[in-house]
């Protein structure tokens, strides 16, 4: 069965980069466009990048833009999305999904916490 | 980007009630709308894409629509198990933006 599976809760300090990872599973990883989304506590959800796994091509939000980084390792099946200068208002939970029909397997969520 | 317009907010409703959530698209996006049930504390979950297709394993009673830039998904007799957050996200082109979200509560 396709399963994605992130990489566990970080704590950062503000000016800090984070590194979730997303291995999948249970399908061929480079058939499917893997797209990366977050959700601060009591918030909705906000679509922040996609990646190729195939091509390695990328592309995010504009407000992202410059911040984050979506790359692969296609011989373990796995994508990763850096975000760079963490600010307190970043502090969320991070979910990866497999753009299938539509946003179709997702990963449980990475919580990253911005704390001084 | 493409503005995605959710309502109500919030539902209260009974279980065996019917109900109906409404996201609306600030420009056309034909019928490249999905919904998605997330529970507390858990990722969000497919129910239907392509505006109108069940996903997999998703109960029957569960059902989308469209009318031009308006999107409906009606859930026809309330179970226990669906009282959740319920999330619309159009995917026609980047960026991929979702609705506010509509928290399904138990009156």
């Known amino acids: 069965q396709v399963q994605l599976v992130q990489s566990g809760a970080e704590v950062k300090k503000p000016g800090a980069s984070v590194k979730v990872s997303c291995e999948a599973s249970?399908?061929?990883?480079?058939?499917?466009?893997i797209i990366w989304v977050r959700q601060a506590t009591g918030q909705g959800l906000e679509w922040m990048g996609w990646?190729?796994?195939?091509?390695?091509?990328?592309g995010s939000a504009q407000r992202f833009q410059g911040r984050i980084t979506m790359t692969r390792e296609t011989s373990i099946s796995t994508a990763y999305m850096e975000l760079r200068s963490l600010r307190s208002e970043d502090s969320a939970v991070y979910y990866c999904?497999?753009?299938?029909?539509?946003?179709?397997?997702w990963g449980q969520g990475t919580l990253v916490t911005v704390s001084s | 980007d493409i503005q995605m317009t959710q309502s109500p907010s919030t539902l209260s409703a009974s279980v065996g009630d019917r109900v109906s959530i409404t996201c609306r698209a600030s420009q056309e996006i034909y019928t490249w709308l999905a919904w998605f049930q997330q529970e507390p504390g858990k990722a969000p979950n497919l129910l239907i894409y392509?505006?109108?297709t069940l996903q997999s394993g998703v109960p029957s009673r569960f059902s989308g629509s469209r009318s031009g830039t308006e999107f409906t998904l009606t859930i026809s007799s309330l179970q226990p198990e669906d009282f959740a957050t319920y999330h619309c996200q159009q995917y026609f082109t980047y960026p991929y933006t979702f609705g506010q979200g509509t928290k399904l509560e138990i009156k």
């Open positions: 990646m190729s796994p195939s091509s390695g091509s990328s």
């Open positions: 392509q505006a109108s």
């Open positions: 249970g399908y061929t990883f480079s058939d499917y466009d």
């Open positions: 999904a497999r753009q299938g029909q539509s946003s179709d397997h």
